[in-house]
């Protein structure tokens, strides 16, 4: 004999699973922040105690330039490169980007499992992945579900670990926080606010897109922020879009973004770029050390330094 539920106990059934999807998506919320911030701080004893984590990239092989600067997290494209950093410095995982063109990744499951089967070990690593680049849902609608899975690929291996994506999110691609808020461990807020249309830094931007990522759910433990230290005045580019911050712009971009990401809740922060790229980024911090640019080497050290 089938049971026929009335309208209102049906009604009532409703509401009750809803109300516990809710309660359960809040509970894995604060779980994922308490887990960011037990592997925040368990990463940062690795390095050293207490220590803020700060990620530059393009360095190349030659790490030693960036840890004079008081960086400790190297941009590393194989688990071999792992042993060559210096002392107190550990490496994150470069495992190719999401192809936006394609939809599909530069590296396979097989690759990835190998490499993190490899890596997760090795004590010169972070634990951190960085599995994609300003990946764009509105141009892949199935991007966040792909990442997802890369992320479950990634725990698979190493439960320590923790995947790494970065965000731009900006006019054209509004929704991508909310798009991708579930995709991975960790979330860098991109936001270039010194472009060459203006005469000012459009400071505005960094509170707009923290804000977005905010929305999305995002606890900012999940949160990394992202400064801009390039310009593209000397690069290939066609359209030279961005330009190197001055000193006193860059003090500002890092005071914003230390009122809207506290040092102390971020997993870590990430400077882009270290190194020139041709086409990209030049001038950079690698070259910004008040010779031909303005000297933003040291501002960053004494920034560093300040947290210590």
């Given at each position: ?155 698979q291996y190493d439960p320590d670990g923790r995947s790494f ?75 030279k879009w961005y330009r190197l911050p001055t000193e006193e ?13 506290p040092p102390e809740t971020r997993p870590f922060d990430m ?38």
């Amino acid at each position: 004999m089938r049971y026929f539920a009335s309208k209102a106990s049906e009604c009532r059934s409703i509401d009750d699973q809803r109300t516990s999807r809710s309660l359960w998506k809040l509970l894995l919320i604060v779980i994922i922040g308490m887990m960011g911030w037990f592997w925040q701080a368990a990463a940062s004893r690795a390095i050293g105690e207490d220590a803020p984590l700060h990620f530059t990239v393009n360095h190349r092989k030659d790490f030693s330039q960036a840890v004079a600067i008081g960086f400790n997290l190297a941009d590393v494209s194989s688990v071999a490169a792992l042993d060559a950093l210096p002392e107190g410095t550990k490496g994150i995982l470069w495992m190719r980007n999401y192809n936006n063109a394609k939809c599909s990744w530069q590296t396979s499951d097989e690759e990835t499992a190998d490499i993190v089967r490899a890596a997760h070990r090795n004590p010169k690593f972070s634990g951190i992945y960085f599995i994609a680049d300003t990946p764009h849902p509105s141009v892949c609608p199935t991007a966040p579900q792909q990442i997802a899975e890369r992320t479950a690929l990634i725990h698979q291996y190493d439960p320590d670990g923790r995947s790494f994506i970065a965000v731009s999110g900006g006019f054209k691609f509004p929704e991508e926080f909310a798009q991708l808020a579930d995709a991975a461990d960790l979330i860098g807020v991109v936001v270039y606010p010194c472009n060459t249309k203006k005469a000012r830094c459009e400071m505005d931007k960094i509170a707009e897109r923290v804000g977005r990522a905010r929305s999305a759910g995002i606890p900012i433990e999940r949160l990394v922020p992202v400064f801009q230290a390039f310009g593209q005045s000397c690069s290939d580019a066609k359209t030279k879009w961005y330009r190197l911050p001055t000193e006193e712009e860059m003090t500002e971009i890092l005071a914003i973004w230390d009122e809207l990401l506290p040092p102390e809740t971020r997993p870590f922060d990430m400077t882009y770029s270290w190194g020139e790229q041709t086409k990209h980024a030049c001038p950079s911090l690698s070259t910004a050390d008040g010779s031909d640019f303005p000297d933003l080497q040291s501002l960053y050290t004494r920034y560093f330094a300040s947290m210590r």
